[in-house]
């Protein structure tokens, strides 16, 4: 299967990308991934300031996944600038690479953007508005808040042409309008999506993480962003990012199915770092053995969303599974 997808004006060599945070700036795993081997992948969320996070211990397990509360940590903008962009120039040339950005206000991330906007070694943004853990910010995260999300997409839209990722949070209530209002502010493309907002406690009662909430990932959250991507993709012809519990093959491939033009891989990267490059090998292998030539065929097109199966039509299991 030629598993090329043609997006946001460049060739990713396959759909698989690494997501945000679970990758570091690439460097930090790249004795033991082959990151040329992926699609591509999404740096660690900059913000204007380093930061270093919020009290460990900052990811814990359950039976679903796993929970995190990193709260942000990163080299902050200068830190990203100076010693992680350049390493990605000089050692990534087939994947191709987003640049997160996170702010506590509107205005920051504009900063961020412009800032980095003329660096080289990265395809374009991701503009996380949903942070679930920013424990600085009193306020739900931007994705949940329509004004917020056309303000800083228009106002990134102004200060960069790089393609655009917007990352909503899989706790919307109507994902449809917040990405129809990110398509108009003039987003390119929209990963779908954040880690969801829980809580673990002991026996005692006490959060096992540090920071109290936190994010939740891993096989879990699989159904939550397939009908985030299904329910996007009867909305808008954007390119779609499908983020969330995927660890196989199969999962990768539902995502195709609810409308995803590229797949990240996040918790499974924890468990063994070369998930995403044999995500993407096994793709390959799993269209020469169904007859399948090429993974764009399988992206689920605009309009084919409905949540709700047509009455007497046979379940719509994805093949593969
Ligand atoms: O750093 C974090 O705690 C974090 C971020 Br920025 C995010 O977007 N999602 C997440 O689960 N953790």
Request: negative net charge; proline residues 8%; glycine residues 14%.
């Amino acid at each position: 299967m030629n598993t090329a997808v043609e997006v946001f004006g460049a060739t990713f060599q396959n759909p698989v990308l690494l997501a945000a945070g679970t990758c570091g700036f690439g460097m930090e795993l790249a004795d033991v991934v082959d990151l040329e081997g992926l699609g591509g992948f999404v740096t660690k969320s900059v913000t204007l300031e380093p930061r270093s996070g919020n009290p460990a211990p900052r990811v814990t397990e359950f039976a679903g996944g796993m929970m995190n509360s990193i709260g942000l940590a990163n080299p902050g903008l200068a830190g990203a600038r100076d010693r992680k962009l350049p390493w990605i120039r000089e050692h990534v040339r087939r994947a191709r690479v987003f640049v997160s950005v996170a702010g506590h206000s509107e205005g920051e991330f504009l900063t961020l953007v412009e800032e980095l906007d003329g660096e080289e070694g990265f395809l374009g943004f991701e503009l996380n508005l949903s942070c679930p853990n920013d424990t600085r910010r009193d306020a739900p995260p931007f994705a949940l808040d329509p004004a917020a999300v056309e303000a800083v997409v228009a106002g990134a839209r102004e200060r960069t042409g790089r393609p655009l990722l917007v990352k909503l949070a899989p706790n919307d209530p109507d994902p449809a309008g917040t990405a129809g209002i990110a398509a108009r502010a003039g987003a390119d493309g929209l990963t779908l999506s954040n880690t969801l907002p829980g809580l673990l406690l002991d026996v005692e009662g006490n959060a096992e993480l540090g920071a109290g909430p936190g994010g939740v990932s891993g096989p879990a959250l699989l159904p939550v962003g397939l009908r985030m991507v299904r329910a996007v993709r009867a909305a808008t012809d954007l390119p779609l990012v499908g983020l969330g519990g995927v660890s196989g093959v199969a999962d990768a491939l539902a995502y195709a199915r609810a409308g995803a033009s590229l797949v990240g891989v996040g918790t499974a990267t924890f468990a063994d770092p070369r998930a995403g490059e044999k995500i993407a090998r096994g793709l390959v292998r799993w269209g020469r053995r169904n007859g399948v030539a090429a993974w764009s065929d399988l992206v689920g097109p605009p309009g084919v969303g409905s949540l709700a199966r047509a009455p007497g039509a046979p379940p719509s299991t994805p093949s593969g599974r």
